[in-house]
């Protein structure tokens, strides 16, 4: 059964800087195509960055491009998000999403972790 589990959300004031942790299990994380989404209060979820299954080819999100950086470390399972400058209209909360797939919908996804950016 794949679970992935996020990590390393918290309050942080603006401008400061957090570091997410997405732990997979289960599968197969070296093949899945990854991203990280978010959700703020009274709004839909949002695509904030995709990294392909080698880690060679990222994109993100125009909110997010040049502070937000997604990695990967396949000996570890494990998928990171590196939020610098981070700004109020950061705050939500952020799952991580696995996709089998080279394009399509994801196929798994996390439980989310709370990220608290205060003015």
């Known amino acids: 059964q794949v679970q992935l589990v996020?990590?390393?959300?918290?309050l942080v004031q603006a401008?400061?800087?957090l570091r997410l942790s997405c732990a997979a299990s289960g599968g197969t994380f070296g093949s899945w195509r990854m991203g990280w989404f978010r959700q703020?209060?009274?709004?839909?979820?949002?695509?904030?960055?995709?990294?392909n299954q080698s880690?060679?080819?990222?994109?993100y999100a125009d909110?997010?491009?040049?502070?937000?950086?997604i990695s990967r470390d396949s000996a570890k399972n494990t998928l990171y998000l590196?939020?610098?400058?981070l700004k109020?209209?950061?705050?939500a909360v952020y799952y991580c999403a696995g996709a089998m797939g080279v394009v399509g919908l994801y196929d798994y996804w996390g439980q989310g972790t709370q990220v608290t950016?205060?003015?």
Not at 40 to 46: I, S, T
Not at 63 to 69: A, D, I, L, P, Q
């Open 63 to 69: 909110s997010v491009k040049g502070r937000f950086t």
């Open 40 to 51: 703020a209060p009274g709004k839909e979820r949002a695509f904030v960055a995709t990294i």
């Open 82 to 85: 590196q939020m610098n400058s």
């Open 55 to 59: 880690g060679d080819i990222t994109r």
């Open 88 to 91: 109020p209209e950061d705050t």
């Open 117 to 119: 950016v205060s003015s």
């Open 15 to 17: 401008g400061g800087s």
């Open 6 to 10: 996020e990590s390393g959300g918290g």
